[in-house]
DNA sequence: CACAAATCTACATATACTGTAGCTTTAACA
DNA sequence: TGTTAAAGCTACAGTATATGTAGATTTGTG
């Protein structure tokens, strides 16, 4: 049994983060000290490694939430699961190549300011006109 | 002079960001028709075109806010221009970096997920089981 | 037992939008 | 010119994913 500092120390997360997670149901209603103070058990610490990984892996709340409902009945097959990863991996490579595209364009801006004059600055031209761009008009994805 | 509606067309935004951008001050208060409805010229058209370029070079709000500032002052020097682009270029190289390693790990989930049960489910055990983790523990970008 | 560090709740703030309701204006067509 | 559907208006609420703060309470340690 462990403290939500020494949870959150554990899996670099942030101590609200915890509650919140608890909160909005995806992390389980923690047990209680006589004084009120949360404590946790290994079962906790593994599903909050789960979330946070598949956080950083660039699932959203709601995938994970499948997730963990799918983990939480064993046995099922795991084809939705599978599904929910492939989705992830296209949106992935999607922002891979937005940022690469971004990137070259970022590093022509930058070559192309020389310490100059505002007026004459590359970095502004370049998002300002229309036909130098590199990148497709689609929406961030949220 | 043209409408939000044809503004949103032709930059690909939604007619209520553009709103938005007007409230938080980052497009200028458009003029107005006597009825009330808002129309825009084409340094408008520049303004927003600017404004959805470097959200998809992934600025922020607040940084492009500095950018415009300094476009609307020209003849000074675009060395905090450079400074800003640097920045985001920093950051731009981190999230590919992190993306990459998590479309590697989505991969091999996928290519491991052959059908079976949740409960064999490489899916769910990548994400849970911590010592095959390929990421960094950092969080990810605000 | 004292006391600092950690935790608690509740609420506010942040970012960047998106959606809805209910009313008004515009533009195109007959 | 009259009608009417599409587009626009304001105002407000909601979304996702947290983070920050205030002020009170609990815990663990010397």
Redesign the pocket.
Same mark, same amino acid.
């Given at each position: 049994m462990f403290? *939500? +500092? $020494?949870l $959150?120390k554990r899996t670099g997360?942030?101590?609200?983060?915890i509650?919140?997670?608890e909160q *909005?149901g995806l992390m389980p209603e $923690?047990g209680?000290? $006589?004084? +009120?103070?949360?404590r946790y058990a290994a079962s906790d610490l593994d599903r909050l490694s789960f979330i946070r990984h598949a956080?950083q892996l660039g699932f959203?709340?709601?995938a994970i939430r499948e997730l963990l409902d799918l983990a939480d009945r064993p046995g099922q097959s795991c084809s939705d699961a599978d599904s929910i990863a492939r989705r992830q991996l296209k949106q992935v490579a999607e922002r891979i190549a937005r940022l690469q595209a971004l990137q070259t364009e970022l590093e022509r801006m930058i070559s192309e300011c020389a310490g100059g004059l505002v007026a004459d600055c590359r970095v502004l031209e370049v998002l300002r006109d229309h036909s130098e761009c590199l990148t497709n008009h689609e929406?961030?994805g949220?």
């Open positions: 403290s *939500i +500092g $020494a $959150a997360t942030k101590v609200q983060t509650r919140y997670y *909005i $923690a209680r000290t $006589a004084g +009120g103070q949360r956080r959203g709340l709601e929406e961030i949220g």
